[in-house]
């Protein structure tokens, strides 16, 4: 209980001592009213320092109250796809914040261990003594310079128009001389010499080996630390955490981590803000209003994280990636939006609480259907950054930027690829007339291959027709390509002349067969193991089982019918006293010829089950078994063996018979 007190921010209690607080606070009152009387009667004349006794006066009265100290951690990760002049404006925008700078430390980490971020954040550090007053003076919203000054009317409402420009010239030959530090890639030996942290970098250092790097820019506690006003600066602190190749550095997280321990050192502030490099600050007042919640009397137990609302400021007409204002949790729409949000909002925000559970059956249907439109008749996506000029301009006429060669990009085009060949080959294959169906039994398959063909246009022009570099690289194409190629090759995917259905459903049958298996009691030879497994060979080699329950396809090589006997035969053939063993077949075709199979396999068994169990024949299902060529089979098997595989094939020839035939 004590524990959980001291750890609170903010409180109002009743203590002991009130008299001895009340005296005390008597004191400090009558300290106050000395203070003003002196500086109201002793008041220096124009000219004399009116200005100076005026303002102390002020800050005098002014109470700033109480605030707790807060850390901003900034992370950036390359100096390349997020430009330094854009990382400093970030963080001016942060040292900007309307909050007591001393209380205020900004982190910049360095993932990619630039010394040309760090000498941008020095000029940064530089800049900002006249920033930060010009902000707070003209109370200038946003205030990130990079945007403020990309506004073009802004200047005439303000009524500034001379410090206006003045500031903006300074910024503009600061990002001047930061861009062409980047663009060289290097620091001139004069720049150098002008920070003790320069020294840090040699050649030797890559962004993925490096010693660790902290270098205090201002520091807020020395009395140097001052505007150009005399005011206090916040604290500015540039990290490049330690990164070694043997060690994985954990992208962002592994740099909040390290900010966590160093800003531990230095400021320790019991509030931290985290901003990604890619943003700016549009709300001078933010830190106060989040501290509404943390400093809540009643609420603020209960917590401990603030996620301030974003705007995204270069969305384009038809915002082709998705962007959008969403706060979304994993608390189910549904429950937690009842009464508060539109029944309608609460069906689309659902979504995003479903995202996991919604991936797979996605993954499914773009995938499967169109494969098996092919292989077998019917069945009832660190972010690229827009950094240079002709990536802006694409971004602008909406067209899809790819570029890098991430994994997500392989998914990607390999399902869209997948869909266009799938389409092309289904359909030749249907209009050839190869699955012996009429064409309107694809159309459900056909149509759901052909939107995603459609939806996925862009890709293929991003594939296959674009020249520019923000089209998809051709390792990309290549790694798509060689995976479609697998989806084809690969037998498992799919069982030839299988239905969808027909592979879950063998799928089922197997699970539940060796469940069934596991509880059974009383077994004579083998092991309950080893037959689970055999059960599942079994049902796994005779995938097509099923074929009869859902599709009545008869194909010349494998005559389902005979299939289904084989597959009763290897059932009734287990090693199980077989008056314990039930075969059950449920035919949802409700077909005589299925009927006319059973009762041939149930003559057929009469020979086979004493016939595999004197020679331990395997596998044994007739089908399978006589299907292989067999060598080193006992000779006295061999002359039975033959008489059999006659009669199979007797047996076969009459199911072909009859499953052609008229009926
Ligand atoms: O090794 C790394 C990689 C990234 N970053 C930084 O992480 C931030 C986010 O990366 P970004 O590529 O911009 O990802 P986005 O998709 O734009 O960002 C969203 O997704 C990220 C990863 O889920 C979240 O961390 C962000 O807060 C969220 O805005 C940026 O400041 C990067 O500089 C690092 O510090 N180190
Ligand atoms: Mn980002």
Not at 30 to 45: D, F, K, N, Q, S
Not at 169 to 194: C, F, H, N, P, Q
Not at 315 to 327: D, W
Not at 466 to 478: A, E
Request: proline share 5%; hydrophobic share 40%; with cysteine.
């Amino acid at each position: 209980m004590e524990i959980s007190h001291r750890q609170r921010l903010f409180a109002t209690e009743k203590m002991g001592g009130r008299l001895a607080y009340r005296f005390q606070a008597a004191t400090v009152a009558v300290g106050i009213v000395l203070v003003l009387y002196y500086r109201a009667t002793r008041l220096p004349a124009a000219g004399e320092g009116r200005a100076a006794w005026v303002g102390m006066l002020a800050a005098e009265v002014w109470h700033e109250e109480n605030l707790p100290g807060v850390d901003i951690f900034v992370c950036t990760a390359d100096p390349h796809s997020e430009p330094p002049s854009l990382v400093i404006s970030t963080v001016l925008s942060l040292m900007a914040y309307n909050y007591p700078s001393e209380k205020l430390s900004v982190y910049l980490s360095d993932d990619g261990g630039s010394i040309l971020t760090f000498y941008a954040l020095w000029e940064a550090s530089m800049f900002a003594k006249k920033w930060i007053p010009f902000c707070k003076r003209y109370n200038i919203e946003p205030r990130s310079p990079a945007a403020l000054f990309s506004e073009s009317e802004r200047q005439q409402n303000l009524g500034c128009t001379k410090e206006w420009s003045f500031i903006k010239d300074l910024y503009e030959d600061m990002r001047e001389r930061i861009d062409t530090a980047v663009m060289s890639g290097k620091i001139t030996e004069e720049i150098k010499l002008k920070h003790k942290g320069f020294k840090e970098w040699n050649s030797e250092i890559t962004s993925n080996n490096h010693q660790p790097i902290v270098q205090i820019m201002i520091d807020g506690k020395s009395r140097n630390a001052v505007d150009d006003n005399g005011t206090t600066l916040p604290t500015l602190v540039y990290m490049a955490r330690e990164k070694r190749p043997q060690y994985h550095h954990n992208f962002k997280a592994g740099a909040l981590n390290s900010l966590i321990r160093v800003s531990s050192v230095i400021s320790d502030s019991p509030i931290i803000l985290n901003v990604d490099c890619d943003m700016y600050s549009n709300n001078c007042d933010t830190i106060r209003d989040a501290l509404c919640f943390f400093l809540d009397e009643e609420m603020e137990q209960n917590i401990g994280y603030v996620q301030c609302p974003q705007n995204y400021n270069n969305i384009t007409t038809n915002n082709i990636y998705g962007n959008s204002f969403l706060v979304f949790n994993e608390y189910c729409t549904f429950l937690y939006g009842h009464g508060k949000i539109k029944l309608q909002l609460q069906m689309g925000y659902s979504i995003y609480g479903l995202w996991a559970v919604n991936s797979l059956p996605t993954l499914y249907y773009v995938m499967v259907p169109s494969l098996s439109l092919v292989r077998a008749p019917p069945i009832p996506k660190v972010t690229t950054k827009v950094s240079d000029n002709d990536e802006a301009k694409r971004y602008e006429q909406e067209t899809l930027e790819f570029g890098s060669s991430s994994p997500e990009y392989v998914i990607i085009a390999t399902v869209a690829l997948l869909n266009i060949v799938c389409l092309v080959g289904g359909l030749s294959q249907i209009m050839a007339g190869i699955w012996n169906m009429p064409w309107n039994v694809f159309l459900p398959q056909v149509i759901l291959c052909g939107m995603i063909v459609i939806t996925n246009i862009p890709i293929y022009e991003a594939m296959l027709l674009r020249k520019d570099k923000g089209r998809i690289p051709s390792s990309v194409t290549l790694a798509s390509i060689g995976f479609v190629m697998l989806a084809f090759l690969n037998r498992l995917i799919l069982p030839n002349n299988t239905t969808i259905c027909d592979s879950l459903d063998a799928h089922k049958t197997r699970q539940e067969r060796s469940h069934g298996l596991n509880d059974s009691n009383g077994v004579e030879s083998d092991s309950v193991r080893e037959m689970a497994k055999r059960s599942s060979e079994l049902v796994s080699t005779s995938a097509a089982s099923s074929q009869l329950a859902l599709t009545r396809r008869m194909t010349h090589t494998q005559p389902p019918n005979l299939v289904i006997s084989s597959v009763l035969l290897s059932v009734m053939a287990y090693s199980y006293m077989s008056e314990k063993i039930s075969v059950y077949l449920s035919d949802d075709g409700c077909s005589i010829l299925t009927f006319y199979a059973i009762w041939e396999a149930s003559r057929f068994a009469k020979h086979w089950l004493p016939f595999h169990k004197r020679y331990k024949i395997e596998p044994r299902s007739p089908a399978a078994y006589f299907s292989k060529s067999r060598k080193g089979v006992t000779i006295c098997a061999a002359k039975k063996e033959r008489s059999f595989k006659c009669s199979t094939f007797d047996m076969a020839t009459d199911l072909r018979f009859w499953g052609a035939g008229p009926a």
